[in-house]
């Protein structure tokens, strides 16, 4: 029985593996996408309780996933974004379009992720 | 005297007689009888008896009754006083009382004829005596009121006849000035139509009326019969039996008479105003129009009652300056005369009418002065909309035709009919070397086209420029030879154009281009549009090499980071004990793995932080915020770090909150830098100390430790890219050499600096100054 559900959206495959691994330990169901269009359709069918979002992907990037997602629809999920980008328009053009918080994810050990994630599914 | 019983009817007459009787005796004048009567009026008792008239009566010293009383005794004579004044002490309180007396002094005498005594009998007539001075002052009174008003004043009295209609009247008194307000001399006791002939019967029946009702009339009436106007106030006399009328009058006559000139110039006036073409009005003193004549109303597209109490601060008019600019109402030529009570001529105002439409006036304002007050304000005023518009249009052209001729590149020389110069361009003296001046009034076939481009003069007979007025018509363009001031020759484009005047051609426009410089020109053009072009392209390339550059250095912090964050997260799985137990050496490997991974991921942020300044994106975000918080903040952040090392940091808040404009998150992160910076270059165990400091308008920010120091030849260098000293500690210390850099770069963008003195071996003070 798992607790919660997390989707992670990132293209870089050994990311993936690794935040899967980490927080699959932690008994969460893990659902990944490469893009943000997967992403669309996986947060529709599941409606995750938070979602580890990455701004540069292929296909459809982490702005346009928000630009199409009305967050406000999904008061149940926390929108984390989770990227290298460092430049604080961005961060800030992130928030406004409705995520909840804005990490960037190289300054994260796993033991960071799993105590961000608890955070939010607490 | 008789005495003894025979006396006794005497005395009792004299008692009850209806008048004051004294009997007095001796040559003193003592008293010897009073009646009640006497006592009374003299105000005494009976006390008096026995005693003479000098000690009973004191008060009457030096009014003469002690030398009457005298002079009868002696002379035997009796005196008889017709209502004399005589001042009595009443009531013996010192006061006197003025009392009116007619009496009479009667000596007595004996049988042998001797003077015994005296009898005083006298009757009290103050009452009578007083009202009649009552009357007679309030005579005089009256009759000084009668003659000084210098108003005609008579009174007259009504005559009636049996049906009770008034027929005339009878003059009874008049006052002097009547005569002069009448012309009628000698008329008390005459009645009015005698005096008056043909006096219209209207007077005799207002003054028949005032009698009749009692009700004073006040009015204003002619007399054709006296060839008068007068102003009268009617007022019956007396009792309702009396037929007698005070009648107060005026001859306002001249008064009239001024009146009615002044209506009827007042409507001539009126009526010449009316028919001018010229917009009339009247302002009162507040400056509000009063009136205005057809041609205002038609000008200014205003009724007369739109127009009425208006004034000049209504924002309607919407009026405005010559050059178009709104004209405030206290420019209005009526305001400029309100406030210096002179004419105000010849202002020229835009107003916007109520359709719309714009009409310009010249408007002439004059006061109306009564007895040195301004009472009104007179403005004139025409319409010169069209002469505004037609002198502009003038205006305008003349402009072009000025800015054309100026500027144009064309040589431009305009001759008279007698080739005369009157005119050149800037152009034509670039080219021919010819000021205006010295060309003015010469001829300028002789100045510039004087010989034939084989060298031989060319009489001014034969050139056709100057002689287009002969034609009539222009002289096209063609090429020819011109020859400038310094006797050098040029080909020129040249064409002469008549300019046809009142009385046929008056001058001729020259018009003419070197050849060589419109070649020049052309070919200068071409190359300035080439160049143009390139510089266009080359600016277009840097923008994008810019925004190119920018971007990269968003890629790039995603891009590097990427491949470190997933090693740093497979390091992280295995010392995080997501795997089987490492042996102490497989811990220590991967451990130094992981710290390096670390340090190229300060090194990336590092690196990224310096770009990101050094772009032309980077914008810091000021706000007000108070010093101490950053600073806690900054210190807070660092605690980890100090306890590793065993340092303390020692750091007073400064008793008044110092305030500072900066980006917040910025300044920590240079105090963050600072204070890494002397943690890591001091000694375990040693102190570091942050002191802040005011002057000069700003704040400054000491950040000292104990340290290895920098040597003087270094100091500077440290705030380079890539710079890392050498020092004690330098093996134990890892940094991108970026840090201080970055420092110094984003406290210059607060408008502050760093500054940094330091001994080797000793440590380090760094100041962060700021602007208050």
């Known amino acids: 029985m798992s607790k919660t559900s997390v989707l992670i959206i990132e293209d870089e495959i050994l990311l993936q593996d690794v935040y899967k691994l980490v927080l699959s330990s932690q008994g969460y169901t893990i659902y990944t996408a490469n893009n943000g269009q997967e992403g669309i359709h996986l947060l529709n069918l599941y409606m995750p309780k938070v979602v580890l979002l990455d701004i540069f992907m292929p296909v459809m990037d982490g702005k346009e996933f928000l630009r199409n997602v009305d967050t406000a629809l999904y008061p149940d999920t926390n929108f984390i974004v989770y990227s290298n980008l460092t430049d604080d328009g961005v961060a800030q053009e992130m928030m406004n379009l409705g995520a909840d918080r804005v990490i960037l994810k190289s300054t994260m050990t796993p033991q960071d992720l799993i105590g961000l994630i608890e955070e939010y599914v607490n | ?772």
């Open chain 2, 1 to 772: 005297m008789q005495s003894g019983s025979a006396k006794q009817p005497l005395y009792d007459l004299f008692m009850q007689a209806p008048a004051a009787i004294a009997v007095v005796r001796g040559p003193k004048h003592v008293f010897d009888f009073t009646n009640s009567l006497y006592l009374r009026l003299v105000g005494k008792t009976k006390a008096i008896h026995g005693k003479a008239v000098r000690d009973a009566f004191p008060e009457l010293k030096g009014q003469g009754f002690y030398e009457l009383l005298d002079t009868v005794y002696e002379t035997g004579e009796p005196f008889i006083g017709n209502e004399l004044p005589i001042d009595l002490d009443l009531n013996g309180s010192g006061t006197l009382t003025r009392t009116y007396v007619n009496f009479v002094y009667q000596p007595m005498k004996d049988a042998e004829g001797a003077i015994g005594g005296i009898m005083a009998h006298a009757v009290d007539v103050t009452a009578a005596v007083e009202g009649r001075l009552q009357i007679r002052e309030d005579e005089e009174r009256y009759r000084t009121l009668f003659n000084s008003i210098n108003q005609g004043f008579c009174i007259i009295e009504l005559i009636f006849d049996d049906h009770n209609v008034a027929q005339d009247y009878k003059f009874i008194e008049v006052n002097h000035v009547f005569e002069q307000q009448t012309g009628l001399k000698d008329v008390v006791g005459k009645t009015a139509r005698t005096v008056i002939p043909n006096l219209e019967d209207r007077w005799v029946e207002i003054y028949g009326q005032v009698v009749k009702t009692g009700k004073p009339l006040s009015f204003t009436e002619n007399s054709d019969a006296m060839g008068r106007w007068y102003e009268v106030d009617a007022t019956r006399l007396g009792n309702p039996k009396s037929n007698c009328v005070a009648i107060l009058f005026t001859d306002i006559t001249k008064r009239k008479t001024i009146e009615d000139t002044l209506r009827q110039s007042e409507a001539l006036n009126r009526t010449v105003i009316e028919s001018l073409e010229e917009g009339v009005s009247l302002l009162d003193a507040d400056g509000a129009i009063v009136s205005a004549n057809k041609s205002a109303q038609r000008l200014l597209g205003l009724s007369l009652e739109q127009m009425q109490g208006r004034d000049s601060s209504d924002p309607r008019w919407k009026s405005v300056h010559k050059d178009g600019s709104f004209m405030p109402g206290s420019e209005h030529a009526p305001q400029q005369v309100l406030r210096t009570k002179k004419p105000y001529n010849n202002q020229t105002m835009g107003i916007h009418k109520p359709d719309g439409s714009m009409v310009w006036l010249n408007i002439n304002a004059q006061p109306i002065i009564e007895d040195g007050e301004l009472t009104g304000v007179v403005t004139s005023f025409f319409d010169i909309t069209e002469r505004k518009n037609m002198q502009e249009e003038l205006e305008r052209q003349l402009q072009i035709t000025d800015t054309i001729t100026k500027t144009a590149s064309s040589c431009l020389f305009m001759i008279d009919n007698n080739g005369l110069v009157t005119y050149m361009n800037p152009a034509a003296t670039r080219v021919t070397g010819y000021s205006l001046q010295e060309s003015l009034g010469k001829p300028m076939h002789l100045l510039i086209h004087h010989s034939h481009p084989d060298g031989t003069p060319y009489p001014q007979s034969e050139c056709p420029l100057v002689n287009t007025y002969t034609v009539g018509a222009p002289n096209p363009l063609h090429e020819d030879i011109l020859y400038r001031k310094d006797g050098t020759s040029f080909p020129a484009l040249i064409s002469g154009t008549p300019i046809p005047g009142d009385v046929g051609i008056q001058s001729t426009v020259v018009e003419f281009r070197d050849i060589e410089e419109i070649t020049n020109t052309l070919q200068r053009n071409n190359e300035l549009e080439e160049s143009t072009l390139l510089l266009k392209e080359q600016r277009a390339q840097l923008v994008a090499l810019n925004n190119a550059k920018d971007d990269f250095i968003a890629i790039a912090s995603h891009q590097l980071r990427t491949p470190a964050t997933a090693v740093k997260q497979y390091l992280g799985l295995v010392l995080g004990g997501f795997t089987e137990p490492l042996t102490e050496v497989q811990h220590k490997y991967i451990t130094t793995a992981n710290d390096s991974n670390e340090r190229q991921l300060n090194v990336i942020t590092d690196l990224l932080k310096t770009a990101k300044i050094d772009s032309s994106r980077y914008v810091i975000r000021k706000e007000r915020t108070p010093l101490a918080s950053i600073i806690e903040a900054a210190i807070t952040d660092m605690q980890l770090e100090l306890d590793s090392r065993d340092q303390t940091v020692r750091y007073t808040t400064p008793k008044t909150p110092i305030l500072v404009m900066v980006d917040r998150v910025e300044i920590k992160l240079v105090l963050i830098n600072l204070l890494e910076n002397a943690s890591k270059y001091s000694y375990p165990q040693s102190e570091i100390t942050v002191a802040v400091s005011k002057r000069n308008g700003q704040v400054h920010i000491d950040i000292t430790d104990n340290g290895v120091g920098v040597s003087h030849d270094n100091v500077e260098k440290i705030f380079d890219k890539f710079t890392r000293i050498n020092n004690v500690l330098s093996d134990t210390v890892t940094g991108s050499g970026l840090g201080l850099y970055w420092v110094r770069k984003i406290v210059r963008l607060h408008d502050g600096d760093v500054k940094v003195i330091s001994k080797l071996g000793a440590g380090s003070t760094f100041r962060v100054s700021l602007p208050l």
